[in-house]
T-cell receptor, first 114, second 111 residues
Framework: NAGVMQNPRHLVRRRGQEARLRCSPM?????VYWYRQLPEEGLKFMVY????????ESGMPKERFSAEFPKEGPSILRIQQVVRGDSAAYFC????????????FGPGTRLTVT | GIQVEQSPPDLILQEGANSTLRCNFS?????LQWFHQNPWGQLINLFY???GTKQNGRLSATTVATERYSLLYISSSQTTDSGVYFC?????????????FGQGTTLQVKP
């Protein structure tokens, strides 16, 4: 039973480029969460999605960041026109239910902006 | 919003020693989880423990929801236990399940 998959594991982008991070939840899970860990900081919630719906994006920066979880395929976190401050580890988690259910985390994508 | 405080912030142990990590939270919660972030940056699920006590090998955890704290016990520590330990809570009033993380306890186990 595969766990949460994220790819790529490492991503290097130049300032101004776009970054696309992918997350495949555990089998049977339809709830996906994205978290960001900035250097020397803790993990912060970004966005919560169910299939084809963004439920809570209260932690997403207002500009350049977007997320989707299509009916088919992985969830995508997209960062347009990356800046050095976007360099961080981005983690995806999935669960089988909403509040109160255990979340399982992927290995993360480490984004470096040069 | 809810406050999640972990103590101590840093801990250095000799291999074989025991330790207790604490997580205090300021509101009722639906969910509480403990994680270990290893030196390679991966987050490992340790416990899903909104209340009660659980044990897994040398690790055990207790959450007293009514008093708003959780404890993680590490016995006979090994160098592979080094890393950062996070607790995270899902606020009781939330209907989305998003986790709020504490700042972590950085553990170093020396051989």
């Amino acid at each position: 039973n595969a766990g949460v998959m994220q790819n790529p594991r490492h991503l290097v982008r130049r300032r101004g480029q776009e970054a696309r991070l992918r997350c495949s939840p555990m089998k049977g899970h339809s709830h996906v969460y994205w978290y960001r860990q900035l250097p020397e900081e803790g993990l912060k919630f970004m966005v919560y999605l169910q299939k084809e719906n963004i439920i809570d994006e209260s932690g997403m920066p207002k500009e350049r960041f977007s997320a989707e979880f299509p009916k088919e395929g992985p969830s995508i976190l997209r960062i347009q026109q990356v800046v050095r401050g976007d360099s961080a580890a981005y983690f995806c988690a999935s669960s089988s239910g909403i509040a109160g259910y255990e979340q399982y985390f992927g290995p993360g994508t480490r984004l470096t902006v040069t | 919003g809810i406050q999640v405080e972990q103590s101590p912030p840093d801990l250095i142990l000799q291999e074989g020693a025991n330790s207790t990590l604490r997580c205090n939270f300021s509101d009722s919660v639906n969910n509480l989880q403990w994680f270990h972030q290893n030196p390679w940056g991966q987050l490992i699920n340790l416990f899903y423990i909104p209340s009660g006590t659980k044990q897994n090998g040398r690790l055990s955890a207790t959450t007293v929801a009514t008093e708003r704290y959780s404890l993680l016990y590490i016995s006979s520590s090994q160098t592979t236990d080094s890393g950062v330990y996070f607790c995270a809570v899902d606020v009781g009033s939330s209907n989305t399940g998003k986790l709020i993380f504490g700042q972590g306890t950085t553990l170093q186990v020396k051989p």
